[in-house]
C-alpha cells in the first residue's frame, strides 16, 4: 500500500482518501483547494489502489462498462486503511471520487472510526448498493455528496441510474438524521475531479469546525 501525504504531520485532522493513478497529478491541487476553502490544520493522506474495480467494491457485480467485472475487495482494502487510523487522539475523515466516494461511503457502514465522508461523484450506481442503504445504518452523521449535472446523460442503462440513486441517497440520509448535502456540478464525470473531491473534503470539515464553535 502506497500512500502519498500533504500537510502538517501533526495535525489532529487526518483525511484518508483512496486514489488511482489517474488521480495523483491533482492530488497537489486539491489539496491546495481544500486548504484555501477552510481554515483547518489537516493532514491529507491518499493510498494508491493498484486494482480499482476489485479493491473499491464491496461484492463482486458484472461489468458495466469494458470487460472488467467488479470483484469484493473493499473490505480488505479498508482494513488497510484502518491501520492508518490507530490514533485515538486524531480525527478521520474519509472521502474519495467515483468508485472511491461510493467506498468512502460504504466504509462509513462498517465502522464508526470516520467522523465525516465526502463522497464526490460517487458511483451510486452500482449494482445493489441502493438497497444495502435502505437496509443498514450509516455509522457517521456527516456525509457530502455530488454528482455531475451531466453525469446520467449516458447511454449507458445502468450508470443512467446514478442521478435518481444518488438524489434518493441524499433524502435516505436526511431522513435518518445525517448533515447531508447533495451538490450538482457542471459537467460530466471526467471534469475537475480534484476539485469537486477538494469541495467534498472542505464541505465537511466546514461542518464540522462550524458546529465545534457553537459549543
Known amino acids: 500500500m502506497k500512500t502519498y501525504e500533504f500537510g502538517n504531520v501533526d495535525a489532529d485532522i487526518v483525511l484518508i482518501q483512496p486514489v488511482g493513478g489517474h488521480d495523483l497529478e491533482g492530488i497537489e491541487n486539491e489539496f491546495a483547494a481544500i486548504a484555501g476553502s477552510c481554515d483547518v490544520n489537516f493532514r491529507l493522506i491518499t493510498v494508491r489502489i493498484d486494482d480499482w474495480n476489485n479493491d473499491l467494491s464491496p461484492w463482486e457485480a458484472p ?10 475487495g473493499a473490505s480488505k482494502t479498508l482494513g488497510e486503511l484502518l491501520e492508518l487510523c490507530g490514533d485515538k487522539g486524531r480525527t478521520y475523515y474519509i472521502g474519495g471520487y467515483s468508485l472511491a466516494g461510493l467506498f468512502a461511503l460504504w466504509a462509513a457502514y462498517q465502522t464508526d472510526v470516520f467522523k465525516g465522508v465526502a463522497a464526490a461523484s460517487p458511483s451510486m450506481w452500482f449494482p445493489g448498493f441502493a438497497d444495502y442503504m435502505d437496509k443498514n445504518e450509516i455509522r457517521t452523521d456527516t456525509v457530502y455528496l455530488s454528482l455531475g449535472d451531466r453525469e446520467e446523460k449516458t447511454r449507458n442503462p445502468v450508470m443512467a441510474t ?20 447533495l451538490e450538482w456540478n457542471g459537467g460530466n464525470h471526467f471534469r475537475d ?8 473534503f472542505a464541505w465537511v470539515l466546514n461542518q464540522k469546525t462550524d458546529h465545534a464553535d457553537r459549543f
Do not use: Q
Request: charged fraction near 30%; include cysteine; aromatic fraction near 6%.
Open 63 to 72: 461489468a458495466v462498462f469494458g470487460k472488467e467485472s467488479f470483484g469484493s
Open 162 to 181: 446514478v442521478g435518481d440513486r444518488i438524489r434518493k441517497a441524499h433524502v435516505l440520509l436526511k431522513e435518518r438524521g445525517v448533515n447531508c448535502i
Open 193 to 200: 475531479a480534484d476539485l469537486r473531491t477538494a469541495k467534498a
